[in-house]
C-alpha cells in the first residue's frame, strides 16, 4: 500500500459556526453586563469591555477570509505544505515539511505541527499548526490521511482511539 496523497483542508465549517456563535454570545452578554446591570460600577464596565472585545475577536476570527492548505504526501513520505486563500489544483509546489513531536491525531481531529524543513533534512524555520476536522476534508480523506501521517511518524498503518506522536 503507498501512503502518496494529496489532501486540502479546508477551514472547519461547524468549528467556524460554533467561534461565531460564542463571539455573538459574548457580545450579547457584555451588552446585559453593561447596560442592563442595576449597579454602574467600574468594575461592571470593564467586565462589559472584556466580554465585549473578547466576542468581536471570535466573531472576526470566524468571519474573516478562510486560508486552504493542501497537504502532500509522497509514496517515500515527504510532507509538502502548501498555504492559500484560493488553493487551485494547479497550484506551485509549497514548502517541504516535517511532522514534529507532539502532533496528535485523534479519531475526530488531527493537531498537526509542521516545521519547514531545508535540504539537508534540518528545521529551516518557525514550525505552524494545522488543525483537521473530518468536515475539512473530503469524505474518505480523513482516515486515509490519518493512517499516511500515522505511517510517516513511523507509528505503523494502525490509529488507535488516542495518540500522540512524540
Known amino acids: 500500500m503507498s501512503i502518496a496523497m494529496t489532501v486540502v483542508v479546508a477551514p472547519s465549517r461547524r468549528l467556524r459556526m460554533l467561534a ?3 463571539g455573538a454570545s459574548l457580545a450579547a452578554a457584555a451588552l446585559a453586563a453593561g447596560l442592563l446591570s442595576p449597579v454602574h460600577t467600574p468594575a461592571g464596565t470593564l467586565v462589559a469591555a472584556t466580554l465585549l472585545f473578547a466576542g468581536l475577536c471570535l466573531l472576526h476570527a470566524a468571519l474573516r477570509p478562510a486560508m486552504v492548505h493542501r497537504i502532500d504526501i509522497s509514496g517515500v513520505g515527504r510532507l509538502r505544505l502548501t498555504v ?5 489544483p494547479d497550484a506551485p509546489g509549497g514548502m517541504q515539511v516535517a511532522l514534529l513531536p507532539g502532533s496528535t491525531l485523534w479519531p475526530q481531529l488531527m493537531l498537526l505541527r509542521l516545521a519547514p524543513v531545508d535540504a539537508a533534512g534540518g528545521r529551516a524555520g518557525r514550525g505552524c499548526c494545522v488543525v483537521v476536522f473530518p468536515d475539512s476534508v ?4 480523513f482516515r486515509a490521511l490519518a493512517v499516511a501521517l500515522g505511517a510517516v511518524a513511523g507509528l505503523g498503518a494502525v490509529v488507535v482511539n488516542e ?4
Open 20 to 22: 461565531a456563535g460564542f
Open 84 to 88: 492559500q486563500q484560493d488553493l487551485r
Open 138 to 141: 473530503a469524505p474518505d480523506a
Open 163 to 166: 495518540r500522540e506522536i512524540g
